[in-house]
């Protein structure tokens, strides 16, 4: 067990995959001497060698298209972009490619590889260093797409990334990487991923959330707890493909939910998530399912970013507003 | 005056001064550093057999293509059709200087790639007809062709895209400890996406066994080489990177196989990436809907006669004393087989509806 923040966890899950299988390997920009641009691959070129943590040129759809071909060839890549903002010059192979070419093959091929990206606000930067544009990948079928919120959910989640057959995207909520430790078990824990966690259980409404948002709805219903109401958490951590289960099951017993995620609102994963309710649990809701996001703006710069982001108070009061109806 | 007008006057006489204006109408000088050049190699001296067997593989893959053009007119093919007319000599040439192990990767127009690395005709034409005993099971279509056990990875529709994923390929060959290499195929309108340069870059920094292969058939679509490129002799474009280029008749199948002999020995003794250019031309249309406002028909023919690269082989054929009558028979065989293709492609069953959900992820 060692206390551990998310970065050194996202870390320890790389150590640990590199020992496990030769086939992984390692690649991006500064990954290795440098050691990832927040730090992510720090000393693993030392213990693993530059043909494992591999630094590559300055070339997002290089990178990614590279690693499809070593994902076809029988390895397993783990490619990180320095910012979820720059993988857009990938954004083709990604598409085309990486989400694509089992069902393009009919399964003869697959395309076993993890893209890592940090993502979200909060560390004073904006556009494309700070922005949440999870829906793009939510939105193309052939993804997986999952994003940890704490240290310990990091590992796991990370280790089962890099062992899935099919090709993750994991997206690192950058504002966590050194916000908080945890307590991290030396083995990890295995979490499937296609499933969420109910982190607080309540009675009275489910609030969803994931990554950087789900300790602003912990706080909201620890809140909501001061004035006699118990708010369920469900952290998503899969976002694609959905648990639906965990989800509906929750929805059916609160009959209200609120949605947090720092993406902008429209055609996002709160609208989708709005929409499995409405298919599935419509006749078990009280009240409007309703969603605390990020506005329809790019991420501003960090006078007014705090503006943005959905914040806990801002969780708060559209709970009150759900319970009052 | 215009301030903008100035600068440009100002600019012009810059470039006037250097010299860097005259350079667009001087022929271009080669590099002095670079390795490229374009002096031809001498012909691969095939035996009778091998030059049959060169006969035989093209003469398939016209018929094969002629046949799909005809099933495209009735409508019996959906989605696009780029065939590969002309331009068989590339094919043929080079997958005969593999061995077991090599792969392949290629673009859009990718039918003749398949069979030359051993999919069976039946199961590519029957992948244009969308029926299940396609190549993917009638999923994929013309572009998206795959057999992993010929170690052909694809068939794709991004112009362009496929050179990282041939890269990747050829860095896990190299990181697995084989002496393989892989055939990155693209083509002249290819030549101008960005990503083929961050693979360039990426390929000569680890010296990956890969060989980059232009089929240059001379027009992307409907632009040729020269309307969409500054530097049209694009068997140099490797030379900022430290890949060294070459010239090929893509039309003289015995050039193309000794080119090949040379370019998988040079990799394949770990010295890195190479880029041949081949020159080629396609006969038909850049798809089975093309305009063709872009060139005349007398160029189209003049090429037929002149530089066929089946004719070419079969006089070759004929010189070294093959009997007329032999290739008559060779001829009448692949008919009747790309007839019975045909047949096939035509009544194979279509995919079932359930498999539209499949392999969208493992385990869904």
């Known amino acids: 067990m060692a206390e551990l923040t998310m970065i050194q966890a996202v870390n320890l899950a790389m150590r640990e995959a590199l020992a496990e299988d030769d086939a992984v390997i390692l690649l991006g920009q500064d990954v290795g001497v440098d050691g990832g641009i927040f730090r992510a691959t720090q000393g693993l070129i030392e213990d693993f060698g530059a043909a494992r943590v591999l630094d590559t040129p300055l070339a997002e759809a290089g990178i990614i298209g590279m690693a499809v071909g070593m994902a076809l060839n029988g390895m397993k890549p783990v490619a990180e972009m320095q910012f979820s903002g720059f993988s857009y010059q990938a954004f083709h192979q990604i598409e085309n490619h990486v989400a694509r070419f089992r069902w393009r093959t009919n399964g003869r091929f697959s395309v076993p590889m993890v893209i890592r990206m940090p993502y979200g606000a909060g560390v004073r930067a904006l556009e494309h260093h700070s922005e949440s544009r999870e829906a793009y990948w939510a939105h193309t079928p052939g993804l997986k797409l999952v994003i940890p919120s704490g240290p310990i959910k990091a590992r796991a989640l990370l280790a089962a990334a890099i062992r899935d057959p099919d090709p993750v995207i994991f997206y690192e909520p950058k504002a966590l990487y050194r916000a908080f430790k945890e307590d991290v078990p030396d083995v990890a824990e295995p979490i499937k991923i296609g499933k969420a966690d109910v982190v607080r259980v309540g009675k009275d409404l489910t609030l969803i959330a994931y990554g950087a948002m789900l300790p602003r709805a912990v706080d909201a219903a620890t809140k909501l707890a001061g004035d006699g109401i118990e708010a369920e958490v469900i952290d998503l951590m899969t976002i694609s493909p959905l648990d639906e289960e965990t989800i509906i099951q929750s929805v059916k017993k609160t009959g209200r939910a609120v949605v947090v995620h720092e993406a902008s609102r429209s055609f996002g994963v709160g609208a989708e998530l709005c929409a499995r309710i409405n298919d599935k649990a419509f006749f078990h809701l009280e009240a409007p399912v309703k969603r605390v996001t990020g506005y329809d703006i790019h991420p501003p710069f960090f006078a007014r970013e705090q503006h943005y982001l959905p914040s806990v108070l801002r969780i708060y009061d559209e709970a009150r507003e759900t319970l009052t109806i | ?364």
């Open chain 2, 1 to 364: 005056m215009d301030s903008r007008f100035l600068c440009n006057r100002i600019y012009i006489l810059f470039l006037l001064k250097t010299g860097r204006l005259m350079a667009k109408t001087s022929p271009p000088r080669s590099s002095k550093t670079s390795g490229s050049n374009a002096k031809a190699l001498p012909e691969y001296k095939a035996s009778r057999d091998e030059m049959l067997d060169f006969y035989k593989q093209m003469t398939l893959i016209r018929r094969f293509e002629e046949k799909a053009g005809q099933l495209y007119g009735m409508g019996l093919i959906g989605g696009f059709c780029h065939l590969y007319i002309g331009q068989e000599a590339v094919a043929v040439g080079f997958q005969s200087a593999l061995k077991e192990g090599d792969s392949i990767i290629t673009g859009y127009r990718a039918h003749g790639h398949a069979i030359v690395s051993g999919a069976s005709p039946k199961s590519v034409m029957a992948e244009l007809t969308g029926r299940s005993g396609g190549i993917a099971k009638g999923k994929g279509g013309s572009m998206h062709m795959f057999d992993p056990k010929a170690g052909f990875f694809g068939g794709h529709g991004i112009v362009g895209a496929q050179v990282p994923l041939g890269t990747g390929l050829a860095f896990a060959a190299k990181y697995k400890g084989t002496d393989n290499v892989v055939l990155t195929y693209f083509g002249d309108g290819a030549a101008n996406q960005g990503q083929v340069y961050e693979a360039f870059n990426m390929a000569k920094l680890w010296n990956l066994p890969v060989i980059y292969i232009i089929e240059n058939n001379q027009y992307a679509m409907g632009t040729s080489v020269a309307r969409s490129s500054g530097q049209q002799e694009l068997y140099k474009r490797g030379e900022s990177f430290g890949i060294p280029g070459k010239l090929v008749d893509g039309m003289n199948v015995l050039e193309v196989r000794a080119a090949a002999d040379a370019a998988v020995k040079h990799v394949r003794e770990g010295n890195g990436p190479i880029l041949l250019e081949l020159k080629t031309y396609r006969y038909r249309g850049h798809s089975m809907s093309d305009p063709a406002k872009y060139r005349t028909r007398d160029e189209v023919q003049t090429t037929r006669e002149e530089r066929d690269p089946i004719e070419f082989i079969k006089k070759r054929l004929l010189e070294d004393g093959a009997e007329e009558d032999m290739l008559k028979s060779i001829d009448k065989e692949i008919k009747d087989e790309v007839s019975e293709v045909a047949d096939y492609a035509r009544n194979a069953p279509e995919p079932d509806p359930s498999e539209l959900y499949t392999d969208i992820l493992v385990e869904s």
